[in-house]
C-alpha cells in the first residue's frame, strides 16, 4: 500500500519562517520609524526648553536690573523730599526772628518739587519696564516646563517603543505612540502660545 502524499516538511517550514520574519521586520520598521520621528521631535522640543530657559532667566535678570534703578530712583526722590522739606521750614525761622526770609528758599523748594516729578516719572517707567520684563519672563518659564513635558512624554514613547521592538507586542507600540502623541501635542500647544 502506498503511504500517502509526502510533504516536504522542510520547504513548509522556510516559507513559515521567512514569512513570519517579514511580518516581524516590517512591523520593526514601523516601530522604529516612529520612534525616530519622535526623537526628532524630543531633539528640537529638548533645544526650545534650553532656549526658553535661558531667555526667561535674562529676563529675569532685566527685571530685577531695573527694579534696582527703580529703587534707587525712590531713594533720590526721597532724597529731593528731604531738600524740599528743609528749604519749606527755613523761612520758618527767619519769620520767628522777626525777618523776612529771602525768595531763595521759595525758589529752591519749588526746583526740589519739580525735581522730584521729573524723578517719579522716571522711577514709575523703570516700574513698569520691570514689569512687563518679568511678565515676559512668565510667559517664557511656561512654556519651557511645557517644552520640558513634552520631552519627557517624547522619552517615555521612545522607551516603549524601545520594549515593543523586543517584546514585538503591537499594544505596547500603540502605548508607545499614544505617549509620543501626547508629546506632540503639548509641544504644539506650548509652541503656539
Known amino acids: 500500500?502506498?503511504?500517502?502524499?509526502?510533504?516536504?516538511?522542510?520547504?513548509?517550514?522556510?516559507?513559515?519562517?521567512?514569512?513570519?520574519?517579514?511580518?516581524?521586520?516590517?512591523?520593526?520598521?514601523q516601530i522604529a520609524l516612529?520612534?525616530?520621528?519622535?526623537?526628532?521631535?524630543?531633539?528640537v522640543a529638548a533645544l526650545l526648553a534650553g532656549s526658553t530657559v535661558n531667555e526667561a532667566l535674562v529676563a529675569k535678570t532685566e527685571a530685577t536690573t531695573l527694579q534696582a534703578q527703580a529703587s534707587d530712583q525712590w531713594a533720590y526722590y526721597q532724597a529731593k523730599g528731604i531738600k524740599r522739606e528743609l528749604q519749606e521750614a527755613a523761612p520758618n525761622a527767619w519769620i520767628a526772628g522777626g525777618k523776612?526770609?529771602?525768595?531763595?528758599?521759595?525758589?529752591?523748594?519749588?526746583?526740589y518739587r519739580?525735581?522730584?516729578?521729573e524723578i517719579d516719572k522716571h522711577a514709575r517707567e523703570l516700574e513698569h519696564?520691570?514689569?512687563?520684563?518679568?511678565?515676559?519672563?512668565?510667559?517664557?518659564?511656561?512654556a519651557h516646563h511645557g517644552y520640558a513635558n513634552a520631552v519627557a512624554l517624547f522619552q517615555v514613547s521612545i522607551a516603549l517603543g524601545a520594549v515593543a521592538a523586543l517584546s514585538r507586542s503591537r499594544s505596547v507600540w500603540y502605548g508607545s505612540m499614544?505617549?509620543?502623541?501626547?508629546?506632540?501635542v503639548l509641544f504644539a500647544v506650548s509652541f503656539l502660545r
Request: cysteine-free; proline content about 7%; aromatic content about 4%.
Open 1 to 29: 500500500m502506498p503511504e500517502g502524499p509526502e510533504i516536504e516538511t522542510e520547504k513548509l517550514r522556510e516559507a513559515v519562517n521567512e514569512e513570519l520574519e517579514r511580518e516581524g521586520g516590517g512591523f520593526l520598521k
Open 34 to 43: 516612529t520612534t525616530a520621528i519622535l526623537a526628532a521631535f524630543a531633539a
Open 100 to 111: 523776612v526770609p529771602p525768595p531763595r528758599f521759595a525758589q529752591e523748594a519749588t526746583r
Open 114 to 117: 519739580n525735581e522730584q516729578k
Open 129 to 142: 519696564r520691570r514689569d512687563e520684563r518679568s511678565h515676559h519672563a512668565d510667559h517664557l518659564l511656561h
Open 178 to 184: 499614544a505617549a509620543g502623541a501626547a508629546g506632540i
